[in-house]
């Protein structure tokens, strides 16, 4: 990710009343020949020209070629003869924040969890890893103060980034005025926990119609909202081709454990049964401002269609696996057994051991310990057993 920089939510279970999008942001590109004027960046901050820029931009990783999309669309193009060099965009530090916050009467909501990125070099990875061509959809949950979202756009075919904080949206505004593929939603990417909110699912659902390619989630999630975004985005019909997100650490764990892990749960399955996940890097509290209490991680996942089509109803799947997992470490018949209604239901303890002979479970199975292509096919013979 190139300089993105982004709000983070605090520790958290569940969605607390004033659950907050992460303020993610990025940095604007000024175009060519149109320098920045002096009050639109911050007191003391220095005028470098694109050679100063240059001198600053981290080395292209192994195996990347200046072809890809990253190198297509740099962040700013060196002044033309005769003009003004370009003034180098102002780094996301955490004294220019403070300048930034004071100037506009800004203060820090410790409620919801607004937490800045200020490490450009993981800003500049994030984007990177994203994988984005020029014709791709960017989806961002925080906009924060617009630091990352400029770089989305510079290369992206469109962006659509959602901020809950008011102040937020209009300082992530001023900083993406000529950004035209970008729309800022301002509002909870939330309707609920388990709904993604209407207008920014129009808002996604008019830029693809816009612009062709692969829709990306890349944000710097809040931690309370981490778990129902990813969640509801892989239950949409079109879910993301990729995501990109930096989460609490604990929670990158969990979506990249495998079963038998002391980390694998419903949300470790939810992800395994349709795509792949891995953690690029873990971030100390140290490269976010203010600090987290805890340690955060970068975490890529990528959608397989073919496996995503094994599962015959993503909604039924999703709820057996979070009722399963409710009791991950009981034993798997007892569990089962409540799930169709308790042993007192006539037949229920036959048909759980039925189900166990016809799948080879041992009397000793947890869900903890089974792969999520097994569950996949636990519940498609549960649900032809028992219905639900």
Known sequence: MSSRDGARGGPGKGIPKGRQQGAGGGRSRPKPGRPRPAAELPPGQPRLGAKGAAARRPPRPPGR?????????????????????????ARQTTAYLKRLFEQVGFGIDASRGQNFLIDLNLVDLIVREAGIGPEDVVLEVGSGTGVLTERLAAVAGRVVTAEIDPRLAQLARDRLIE??????????????????????????????????GALRLVANLPYCIATPVISNLLALP????????????????????????????????????????????????????????????????VVDAQRRETIPDPGRFHRFIRDLFCHRRKLLRGVLVRIAGGKRELGVREGVEGLFTTLGLGPDSRAEEIPPAGLIRLESEFHARFGG
């Open 65 to 89: 070629e200046r072809g890809d999309a990253v190198e297509r669309a740099p962040l700013r193009q060196p002044a033309a003869e005769g003009e003004a060099p370009l003034p180098r965009a």
């Open 179 to 212: 950004a035209d593929n970008v729309e800022l939603v301002e509002g909870d990417a939330l309707a609920s926990k388990h709904v993604m909110a209407p207008a920014l699912l129009a808002a996604v659902d008019a830029a693809l119609a816009a612009s062709p």
């Open 238 to 301: 079109r879910p993301f081709a990729s995501a990109t997100v930096t989460v609490q650490r604990e929670m990158a764990e969990r979506m990249s454990a495998h079963a038998g892990d002391s980390s694998y749960n419903a949300l470790s399955v939810w992800i395994g049964a349709q795509a792949d996940a891995e953690v690029v890097r873990f971030l100390p509290p140290t490269v976010f401002w203010p600090r987290p209490k805890v340690d955060s991680a970068i975490v890529r996942i």
